[in-house]
Structures are given as structure tokens and as C-alpha cells.
């Protein structure tokens, strides 16, 4: 099923038409909307209209079953069997003709971790042993069907990079490991300060700092990953 298209001529009648409404309704109310709540109505209904023109295809060659969440509302049930896989009917928020979509039943903190996005953090320690998790919150893509809150909080493992480059780092641990130039660039200050004055522990220090590196045992002093 192709999916109509949508222009800013349309999206204005549209909103035209949720403003006359709400006046009607408004008008019929025993307390009238005060001037806050009336502009705050506005701002929504102008913010929503914006968005079904922003950020919905209006394309007619587009199939309905490929438009992403904002642009749809699904009739979903949280009765369903959990992972049962069905067809679910969904209609586009311009009150378009319903049309049949494929639905896995699930909440979306239940999502596959590809399906959804995280903040992530640069405060933990990614090359611990274990490896450190921090708390953050997730949201789902706008593809994905699913029950509850698109957003959500989630425990993710500590993963992230600070540039520093595993192979920048072994070849400084090659060949100047002996002034402890591998140890400067990794951050280790104390370290590569010993080194130098050591001459790289007469050769021994910088035998096994190649070691190390190759090992990826050790990595950045900030606690990030190799790029």
C-alpha cells in the first residue's frame, strides 16, 4: 500500500482544522482555556504538524509498512505472548486508510541492543577485569514497533575510545620505548618519566612494555580503548 503524500498546504489544514476544535471545545467548557494554556495548546499542535512535514516521507512511491514510528500509531496489545510475531494494524497520524504491519511482541526495553541507541559515558574504566557497566538511557530508533516507553534506563558495558591508536602506541613502544615514549603517549606520565631516566630499565622495561601493548594489557591511562 502506497502512502499519500504530505505538503505544507496540507499539514496548515491540518492544523487549521485541530485549532478550530480545540476552539469549539473551548468554547463549550464551563472554565475557558487562560491565555498559558492556550498558547501552550498552540505550540503542540503547531510542533505536531511540523513534525508529520519534517520528518515524514512524502513520497508516494513509500510504502506504509517503511515509515518509522513518528509518522504511524499502531494498534498494539500488551496482552500478547511475548516474542509471538503477528500483523497489527496501524494508519498514519494523517488518518490515512489502516494498513497491516509486522509486530514482534515485546517491550522496547526488551529490545535487541542493535534497535536502539545510548548515551553513552567516558567516565568508567573500559579495560578493567570485569568490565565495569555504568546505568544510562537508551531510546528505541524510530523504526522499531514496541510496548511502553520509547525510552528507557539500561546497564551498558564501559566501552569507549579516547584516540588513542593501539598501533601509533606499538610502534613508539618499538622503536623509542627506550626514552619511554610509548608510556608519555598512553598518558602514564610517572612511568614514562622512569623509563627515560632508566633507559628503559636497560632494555628490559621496554621488552616488556612491547609485550604488554601487544597484549592490549596495557592501554590508555584514562581507562578508554584502542581505536
Not at 137 to 150: A, E, F, P, Q, Y
Request: neutral net charge.
Amino acid at each position: 500500500m502506497k502512502c499519500c503524500h504530505i505538503n505544507v498546504k496540507k499539514a496548515n489544514f491540518i492544523l487549521l482544522s485541530i485549532v478550530i476544535s480545540r476552539a469549539q471545545m473551548a468554547s463549550n467548557s464551563v472554565e475557558p482555556l487562560s491565555k498559558e494554556q492556550t498558547a501552550n495548546v498552540t505550540d503542540d499542535m503547531d510542533k505536531s504538524a511540523m513534525d508529520l512535514v519534517l520528518y515524514c516521507p512524502s513520497n508516494y512511491d513509500i510504502d506504509c509498512k517503511d515509515l518509522n514510528e513518528t509518522c504511524i500509531k499502531c494498534e498494539l496489545n500488551p496482552a500478547c505472548r511475548y516474542g509471538e510475531e503477528m500483523s497489527i494494524n496501524c494508519r498514519k497520524k494523517t488518518r490515512n486508510p489502516k494498513f497491516q504491519r509486522n509486530f514482534t511482541c515485546r517491550y522496547c526495553y526488551q529490545t535487541e541492543h542493535w534497535e536502539h541507541t545510548c548515551e553513552l559515558k567516558a567516565n568508567c574504566n573500559s579495560v578493567s577485569s570485569p568490565q565495569l557497566t555504568y546505568a544510562t538511557n537508551c531510546t528505541v530508533k524510530d523504526d522499531v514497533l514496541c510496548l511502553g516507553h520509547r525510552t528507557f534506563n539500561k546497564n551498558v558495558k564501559c566501552n569507549w575510545t579516547g584516540g588513542y591508536r593501539w598501533t601509533t602506541a606499538m610502534a613508539l613502544s618499538v622503536l623509542l620505548g627506550g626514552f619511554g615514549a610509548d608510556r608519555f603517549y598512553l598518558g602514564h606520565w610517572q612511568e614514562g618519566i622512569g623509563k627515560l631516566f632508566s633507559f628503559g630499565g636497560l632494555g628490559v622495561w621496554t621488552i616488556i612494555d612491547v609485550i604488554l601493548i601487544s597484549l592490549h594489557y596495557l592501554g590508555p591511562a584514562d581507562g578508554s580503548l584502542y581505536i
